[in-house]
């Protein structure tokens, strides 16, 4: 009798102990490619980011600490609390079993919605648990996750290996699409969302405000329709702004076109904020907002002004250092490929023709290196033994990932970036302060507005959010909690 009453003991005891104060919602919201001086370069209006400022708690100095700073890399860092050498996004696409992938690509699924030609996605490339699938653990398995975007990875990653949905735009078939990963028939909702928003949805999303507007009324509707935040456990939806990002690289940073739509964001952040006010309640939902990664200002803008500029072609260089590995070697097409900063060797052919890698890389190294708008050119295995400064050699390492990333990082002169130098429109991947800088604001359940300038990063993004939900942080978590 005794012992079944010491069980019994045990058993209320680790139910009260279980007993944790949460908010009913989780809100994770990315916009993509906002630098963040933007928090202060526009006149925002009443409510959106006045209120987010006002009402929240502002990181001023939130860094990126790895590159290539791209979107899919953002968004699995931001919401897993680790970098591409632990979670595995090393890129927007990278290598995978000797072809190149996009970072959500698996063709073990099928499209859901669409047509014929829309690919399906999933976030198994993601190797490393989020936010998210830490909270659905936590709970035991009753927390429910929606994440939504125009861009699959920006819906995907965030939403990571659990959720109930995650839904993004389809461009060949102009409406909001999943994957047999999450589900094998588009829920009704979605359906109906898709014909209610068809006209929007024909035009272009991409470089209006247009796109900002559907990407929120997607998000109220999930929230609507999956009943997130009504439920015994804590609920999560992950909201990215995918078309800040886009218009931006068409039309540059500052661009009337960018304007309209950040202008467009403030309302529908008042709207959306609003919304939640009313459907949550203000104290019972935890949000925050922050970005993928910055941009630049374009190489015309630059150079009008007399500022320091330049623009670099990824694809003439690699052209130009295949010929002289040839001359060299003998050998053609030693460099497999290039993708953005960094070069992939073609290990076949350097076996196939007996020839050592760590001397071709050397050669190709030295041929980069040639160019102006290049500083260094390192080969990521010898990268210890490179003359290139301590900051940037962490950031290569913490966004490396083996087998995935290339074998030749690139580091340009501060202010040059990828692309034509007649381009006008920003670009990003760097470790310069433009493309790693990052707003940080959080707001709503146990935030206490305020503010400050210490050095924080994204990785602790995730770490601040499991620890105030009291939960596990993401197995792969190398950040560290902001409030104490």
């Known amino acids: 009798m005794k012992r079944f009453l010491v069980v019994v003991m045990a058993v209320v005891a680790i139910g009260a102990m279980a007993q944790v104060e949460r908010p009913k919602l989780v809100v994770g919201i990315v916009v993509d490619q906002m630098r963040w001086d933007y928090l202060y370069t526009y006149q925002w209006g009443e409510g959106g980011f006045q209120t987010l400022m006002h009402d929240g708690y502002l990181c001023n100095n939130t860094i990126i600490d790895y590159v290539p700073t791209v979107t899919a890399a953002g968004h699995a860092t931001i919401f897993s609390g680790t970098t591409p050498a632990f979670h595995g996004i090393a890129g927007n696409s990278f290598s995978l079993n000797g072809k190149t992938v996009s970072s959500v690509q698996d063709d073990t699924e099928r499209a859901v919605g669409g047509n014929e030609k829309t690919s399906a996605k999933s976030p198994r490339n993601l190797i490393a648990t989020n936010i998210a699938d830490q909270l659905y653990l936590a709970t035991d398995y009753k927390s429910r996750t929606v994440g939504v975007a125009l861009k699959d990875r920006a819906a995907i990653l965030p939403s990571g290996h659990t959720p109930v949905g995650a839904y993004w735009f389809d461009g060949n078939s102009k409406s909001f699409v999943t994957s047999t990963y999450y589900c094998d028939k588009l829920p009704k909702w979605v359906v109906d969302f898709n014909k209610r928003h068809c006209d929007e949805l024909a035009g272009d ?40 990002d886009m218009c931006a690289h068409n039309y540059g940073s500052h ?177 310069s302060q433009s493309d790693s800088h990052i707003p940080l604001i959080f707001m709503g359940w146990h935030i206490t507005p305020g503010e400050t300038s210490r050095l924080t990063h994204m990785t602790d993004i995730a770490a601040t959010v499991c620890a105030m939900l009291h939960i596990q942080a993401p197995n792969g978590c190398i950040g560290t909690p902001i409030f104490e």
């Not at 990407?215 to 009504?230: M, N, V, Y």
């Not at 295995?381 to 290139?388: L, M, V, W």
Request: glycine fraction near 10%; include cysteine.
């Open 255 to 431: 661009s009337p076109k960018l304007d309209s739509i950040y202008w467009q964001l403030d309302k529908e952040l008042a709207h959306f904020i609003d919304f939640l006010d009313s459907r949550i309640g203000r104290g019972n939902y935890l949000l925050f907002l922050t970005a993928d990664h910055g941009g630049t200002h374009g190489a015309p803008r630059m150079e009008a002004h007399h500022l320091p500029n330049g623009a670099w072609e990824n694809g003439e260089a690699r052209k130009a250092a295949n010929e002289v590995l040839k001359s060299r070697f003998g050998v053609d097409n030693l460099i497999k490929k290039d993708h953005g900063f960094t070069f992939y060797l073609n290990h076949e052919a350097i076996d196939s023709a007996g020839l050592d890698t760590h001397e071709v890389a050397q050669v190709v190294c030295k041929e980069l290196e040639k160019a102006d708008e290049i500083e260094w050119a390192v080969e990521v295995a010898d990268i210890d033994n490179s003359p290139i400064p301590t900051i940037v050699k962490e950031r290569i390492k913490l966004g490396y990932y083996p087998g995935r990333s290339g074998d030749i990082y690139v580091i340009h002169r501060t202010g040059v970036q990828l692309g034509k130098t007649e381009w006008a429109g920003s670009n990003h991947g760097t470790w």
């Open 205 to 244: 999303i991409y470089n209006t405000p247009v796109g900002t507007t559907i990407t929120f009324a997607l998000a109220e509707q999930a929230l609507i329709s999956e009943r997130l935040g009504q439920g015994e456990a804590t609920d999560m939806l992950t909201v990215s702004v995918s078309n800040t």
